[in-house]
């Protein structure tokens, strides 16, 4: 039974690896602090102490930009943050096409 539940297991990672089609990258060193972001969209955007804003859950890169997989139906909410970026340091990318939506 062990063996099925890790099987079971495997598979659900997967299937929601797979079903994060969009990957959102903040240049957080370029970032003002406007808050915008966290205004739009607060249950994926923070404000850090340092004044600038934080992805929820993010990893960060050793540029110390941050980059978060989302899902599709997360996708509208953080497209938004990102419209509402004055300076533009949100990006967006469609994993499954490499297309950079902004
Ligand atoms: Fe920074 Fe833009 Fe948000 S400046 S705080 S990422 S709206």
Redesign the pocket.
Known sequence: MADENQITQTVNEQSQQSSKKYKIE?DRPN????????AVAPDF?T?HEDG??DIVGCKTRDDEWEELDIEEKNYQVNKEAAD????N??HITNKETGEKII
Request: glycine share 6%; with cysteine.
């Open positions: 903040h970032c003002i602090g406007c808050a915008a972001c966290a955007w404000m600038k804003s509402s970026c004055p300076v340091v949100i």
